[in-house]
């Protein structure tokens, strides 16, 4: 099974990225002759790194080939309908054609048992919460946290100088890599992470010249620091007692 997956994702990676270059990208929005040939293109490299089981795994040539042309298909036509952003198209395009490999993979082997109880087992519940907490519960508890100085913080009604959303997502992903160090026992990137962060924000700090915003990024980036550090221990002695649970 591994070795189908490693040809079907190798062929994916060739396909979507290496051989598709960005003229032939705009070009399949247009005509549907560009779509056939990216599909086309896709279909003979899965045939070259299948030649030697061709036979075998014919029918997976041809289940992810009309996968791709169907997926690809529908994405031309929901980008035309509702236009939404790039980056968003391309994670849902990306799972949809993780998810066509996979189906060929259950295709040619069936559902293995394995994968049930990986997927439904306690280790991987406590990482879905844990990645849920960083991602989504920690924003809403700082917003509640933060309400109090909402009124007070003269320069949030400023006119906007930031990227859209820049502030969340640079919060979501330091928690990410606070939690993925705690569980590596890299504490000292915990350290690197709040300095770098320190030194990116002194420029702003400085040309502010503003106590309440000053105030306001050190309780923020504490806060954010603080629920990283304890989602990132909570997740790591949630695994250990896992393993050796007490009595």
Same mark, same amino acid.
């Given at each position: 099974?591994? /070795?189908?997956?490693?040809? !079907?994702?190798?062929?994916?990676?060739?396909?979507?990225?290496?051989?598709?270059?960005? +003229?032939?990208?705009?070009?399949?929005?247009?005509?549907?002759?560009?779509?056939?040939?990216?599909?086309?293109?896709?279909?003979?490299?899965?045939?070259?790194?299948?030649?030697?089981?061709?036979?075998?795994?014919?029918? /997976?040539?041809?289940?992810?080939?009309?996968?791709?042309? !169907?997926?690809? &298909?529908?994405?031309?036509?929901?980008?035309?309908?509702?236009?939404?952003?790039?980056?968003?198209?391309?994670?849902?395009?990306?799972?949809?054609?993780?998810?066509?490999?996979?189906?060929?993979?259950? !295709?040619?082997?069936?559902?293995?048992?394995?994968?049930?109880?990986?997927?439904?087992?306690?280790?991987?519940?406590?990482?879905?919460?844990?990645?849920?907490?960083?991602?989504?519960? &920690?924003?809403?508890? !700082?917003?509640?946290?933060?309400?109090?100085?909402?009124?007070?913080?003269?320069?949030?009604? +400023?006119?906007?100088?930031?990227?859209?959303?820049?502030?969340?997502?640079?919060?979501?992903?330091?928690?990410?890599?606070?939690?993925?160090?705690?569980?590596?026992?890299?504490? &000292?990137?915990?350290?690197?992470?709040?300095?770098?962060? &320190?030194?990116?924000?002194?420029?702003?700090?400085?040309?502010?010249?503003?106590? +309440?915003?000053?105030?306001?990024?050190?309780?923020?980036?504490?806060?954010?620091?603080?629920?990283?550090?304890? /989602?990132?221990?909570?997740?790591?002695?949630?695994? +250990?007692?896992?393993?050796?649970?007490?009595?």
């Amino acid at each position: 099974m591994s /070795i189908l997956f490693l040809k !079907l994702f190798l062929a994916h990676v060739l396909g979507d990225f290496v051989f598709q270059p960005n +003229k032939l990208v705009q070009k399949r929005k247009e005509k549907i002759g560009f779509l056939l040939l990216h599909v086309a293109i896709h279909g003979m490299i899965l045939t070259i790194l299948f030649c030697t089981t061709l036979f075998k795994h014919w029918h /997976i040539v041809l289940f992810v080939t009309f996968a791709h042309l !169907l997926i690809d &298909s529908v994405k031309i036509y929901v980008e035309r309908q509702w236009p939404l952003q790039p980056f968003t198209f391309f994670v849902f395009d990306q799972l949809l054609h993780l998810g066509s490999i996979v189906a060929a993979l259950v !295709l040619a082997y069936g559902w293995p048992e394995t994968w049930t109880r990986a997927i439904f087992s306690d280790t991987s519940l406590c990482y879905v919460i844990a990645f849920l907490l960083t991602a989504y519960v &920690s924003p809403i508890a !700082l917003r509640v946290f933060f309400s109090k100085w909402t009124s007070q913080a003269d320069f949030l009604k +400023k006119p906007e100088t930031s990227l859209p959303d820049a502030g969340l997502l640079i919060g979501i992903m330091e928690r990410l890599l606070i939690v993925l160090f705690v569980q590596i026992g890299f504490l &000292s990137g915990i350290g690197f992470l709040l300095g770098a962060k &320190s030194i990116f924000r002194f420029g702003d700090l400085t040309k502010a010249r503003d106590t +309440k915003f000053t105030e306001y990024i050190l309780v923020g980036t504490f806060a954010s620091f603080i629920l990283g550090i304890l /989602i990132g221990y909570a997740l790591k002695f949630g695994l +250990k007692y896992l393993t050796n649970p007490i009595g």
